[in-house]
């Protein structure tokens, strides 16, 4: 037990330093205390026990002169490297701390706390606080990075001439799918502000020109023409949003057109799953929640659908592939 409550300290150790650039500037050089202060903007004695912590956990390590460095593992919490976590840092746990925080009171009143926190739901806040947002989309974009391109690898999109990602956040799994799909156009689908971040990161792919954009709600339509539709962590919608979701989608389906929605599934309970954690920051953040393969099942008939197979991928998604 004393583990979890020594793991949220490190964690904070760990926030704190991400959120003062200090990953950023040690991989300029290795620095002192004194140095990276100037550079941070912080108090040095106060830096220097910082730095000793992350030495500790080996995020930095202390070299000659009273300089310290960055890690292969303090590597990762830095902008611009392949496999960088820093935006999962600001944005899956910096950002989200006020919201668990706010567990006890909405297990106590069975609500999402978002109208004490941020007076409008999660993505309305998001979309009038730009750096919020942009943390949002670099983090989901590193998550996909560094989990999905097993997705690529096993699942066939070669075939497809039109895909379409319903609220693909910045296009990093849409480029992802174009690389393998090299006959493809891709449509990214996306509220208002995401879609200005998508078109930034996707004119710097190789696949920028086979990418097109729309803007909009998934909850009026999704755009028309294409023969693969996918969801892709994007569907925590309480089961009447969901639905209509499922709906706009399979309104736009023909015989042949494929939509594969990538979820979490929920195992039986008592089993250990990311999603039964993620299940309640949904509930807190968009009122959402996650679902069993049931649970599921029920969805996509309810929508008119047939889900085909389920391929299990185990760790934040598996994929479901649903046909008409
Ligand atoms: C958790 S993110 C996932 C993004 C992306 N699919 C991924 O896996 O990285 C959920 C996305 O849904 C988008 N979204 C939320 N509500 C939406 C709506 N009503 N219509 C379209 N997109 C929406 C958000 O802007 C956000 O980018």
Redesign the pocket.
């Known amino acids: 037990m004393i583990k979890f409550i020594i793991d949220l300290w490190r964690s904070n150790i760990i926030i704190a330093a991400t959120k003062l650039d200090v990953f950023d500037y040690l991989a300029i050089r290795p620095m002192t205390a004194e140095e990276l202060a100037e550079q941070t903007d912080t108090h040095a004695a106060s830096l220097y026990r910082l730095l000793r912590a992350l030495a500790s956990l080996n995020y930095v390590e202390k070299i000659e002169k009273k300089r310290f460095q960055l890690t292969p593992k303090g590597q990762l919490l830095r902008n611009d490297v392949p496999y960088c976590v820093k935006h999962c840092i600001l944005g899956c746990a910096a950002d989200t701390y006020e919201i668990w925080e706010k567990l006890p009171k909405a297990v106590k009143t069975g609500k999402m706390v978002d109208d004490s926190l941020f007076g409008q739901d999660h ?1 309305g806040h998001m979309k009038n606080h730009e750096e919020e947002l942009e943390n949002f ?1 670099k983090a ?2 590193e ?2 990075l560094a989990l999905c391109p097993i997705i690529t690898e096993i699942y066939d999109f070669s075939r497809f001439k039109h895909i379409v ?5 910045n296009g ?2 849409l480029s992802l799918i174009l690389a393998k799909a090299q006959n493809a156009k891709g449509t990214l ?3 208002g502000p ?1 879609i200005e971040l998508a078109k930034r990161n996707l004119a710097k792919t190789s696949v920028k020109d086979r990418c097109f954009f729309e803007k ?4 009026e339509s999704v755009p028309a023409g294409g023969d693969c539709y996918i969801i ?3 569907l925590a919608n309480h089961d009447d949003e969901a639905l209509k979701v499922l709906e706009n989608v399979r309104k736009q389906m023909k015989s042949g057109t494929i939509f594969l929605l990538c979820q979490a599934i929920l195992p039986e309970i008592n089993k250990p799953h990311i999603a039964w954690q993620t299940d309640l920051l949904f509930f807190m953040v968009v009122n959402g929640v996650e679902r069993t393969e049931e649970d599921w099942l029920q969805l996509i008939s309810k929508a008119g659908l047939k889900l085909n197979k389920i391929t299990r991928i185990g760790y934040f998604y598996d994929i479901m592939e649903i046909l008409l």
Do not use: H, I, P, R
């Open positions: 993505y989309a989901n974009a998550l996909t990602d319903v609220a693909g956040g990093a799994f689908f996306e509220v995401m909009g709600n998934f909850l892709k962590n994007a």
